[in-house]
């Protein structure tokens, strides 16, 4: 690998860690504010909403900026959103902002690796950085519960700073204030990231033409007998991560009962079997295989409705982490096929920008159906049986799609496959 992509991966590292532990930190100033559950489940669609409204604009962005500026930019904008948490602005509306930085962060994130790796290469880059963006998962999840129980929470407390009234009086005020600092840490890490020699693509002027192009490009991938069932598949994949964390937090309580702090680390469970399932997939699968790993978005649905059943820890231990593993072998492969095939038809920019308003789109959609089941009454555990089976049947709606382009586009659908097995070899 390349020395630049190093520093893309450190400065990926400190943000996500700071986003997860944001996350745990602005559950628990909701609950201990007195906030409804469905507030807090409504997280997770507020940090997508900017993805979905911006989306035909910070892949333009991406693409006329240098990669490296627009994570600055974005890291600092996250700053911003903690900000506003801290000083007195409704933690759903300061979550959102921060989710404003992520959606002008992600375009660039991914879309660097396009032009700084080759396409043989992507697999192996994609099982490094969503590998670390799960190690990542796991120690800001952790961390934030750190940082909000009894014995962080209390010496961050202590911390005064002489001759000035910071205003943090809680535990999670004080833990949104440390992940300033990891935000800093990312920002400093994009100033180091190297300019790549892929030309510069000039935003349009006019807002119209943008959202005109971002449809051209949305429309590309979906007519694509290849990029539509890479594009589906890990949209539903990271409309089930995206909310994964809240509902294995709220399952927790429900089945075990575990404070947040406690819970914290069953979300870390479910991302330790992701990233072995990441890793397994980006050593063992080639780009023009990657979709056989569909059954596996099934057996995901299938083992979020088995969730239910589990009321001991030694047991609920194990089967997160197969079910983050089935999530972790899927998406990397399918992940560098939607890459591989965005890139052929369209800027890296603009297709990381469609890849993240369909998946962003997803999270908004099913935190929706989720909140919304919370919030007319039903228990967790019928809201995650749900939800499970509604991931289920999808998936195997995409598998039965892709066979039949098997059958009816049989020589287009070949030729792509023949493109990506020269391409990642």
């Not at 909701?30 to 507030?39: D, F, P, V």
């Not at 096929?337 to 998946?359: K, P, W």
């Not at 999270?363 to 929706?368: F, Q, R, V, Y």
């Not at 909140?371 to 289920?392: C, D, K, Y």
Request: proline share 4%.
């Amino acid at each position: 690998m390349k020395k630049g992509f190093y520093t893309i991966m450190s400065a990926q590292f400190f943000s996500s860690l700071a986003d997860n532990a944001l996350f745990v930190a602005a559950v628990e100033l909701l609950r201990t504010s007195g906030a409804g559950e469905w507030q807090r489940a409504a997280l997770v669609p507020m940090f997508a909403l900017f993805y979905v409204i911006l989306a035909p604009f910070v892949g333009a962005f991406a693409d006329a900026i240098p990669k490296g500026r627009v994570m600055f930019v974005s890291n600092t904008i996250k700053v911003a959103g903690c900000l506003m948490m801290l000083f007195g602005s409704h933690p759903l509306l300061a979550y959102a902002v921060v989710g404003l930085g992520a959606a002008a962060y992600s375009p660039a994130k991914y879309g660097i690796l396009t032009e700084l790796l080759p396409p043989s290469q992507l697999v192996k880059a994609n099982g490094w950085i969503e590998g670390l963006t799960i190690a990542s998962i796991i120690m800001g999840v952790l961390m934030g519960g750190q940082l909000v129980g009894g014995h962080v929470a209390p010496l961050l407390l202590g911390l005064d700073l002489p001759l000035v009234d910071t205003g943090v009086d809680s535990p999670a005020e004080a833990a949104v204030a440390t992940l300033i600092l990891p935000y800093i840490v990312a920002a400093l890490f994009n100033l180091r990231i190297p300019r790549t020699d892929a030309e510069l693509q000039p935003m349009p002027r006019d807002p119209l033409q943008m959202v005109r192009d971002f449809s051209d490009c949305n429309a590309r991938l979906w007519n694509d007998k290849l990029g539509q069932i890479s594009l589906a598949t890990t949209t539903l994949f990271w409309g089930v991560g995206g909310n994964l964390r809240y509902i294995v937090l709220a399952w927790a309580a429900a089945a075990l009962s575990y404070n947040t702090t406690q819970a914290t680390s069953l979300v870390g469970v479910v991302t330790i079997g992701t990233a072995v399932g990441a890793v397994v997939a980006s050593v063992t699968m080639r780009l023009d295989r990657a979709t056989a790993t569909i059954p596996l978005g099934v057996g995901m649905g299938l083992l979020l409705v088995g969730m239910v059943l589990i009321d001991n820890v030694w047991l609920a231990a194990p089967f997160l982490i197969l079910l983050g593993g089935f999530g972790g072998f899927l998406v990397v492969p399918m992940n560098a096929l939607l890459q591989h095939r965005g890139h052929n038809l369209m800027g890296a920019g603009r297709s990381i920008a469609v890849q993240n308003f369909n998946e962003q789109a997803c999270i908004l959609a099913l935190g929706a159906f989720y909140t919304g089941m919370t919030r007319f009454g039903l228990s967790a555990f019928a809201a995650i049986t749900a939800f499970g089976l509604l991931v289920a049947g999808t998936m195997w709606a995409i598998g039965r799609w892709h066979r039949r382009n098997c059958v009816q586009h049989r020589e287009e659908v070949e030729r792509l496959l023949a493109i990506a097995r020269s391409d990642g070899h």
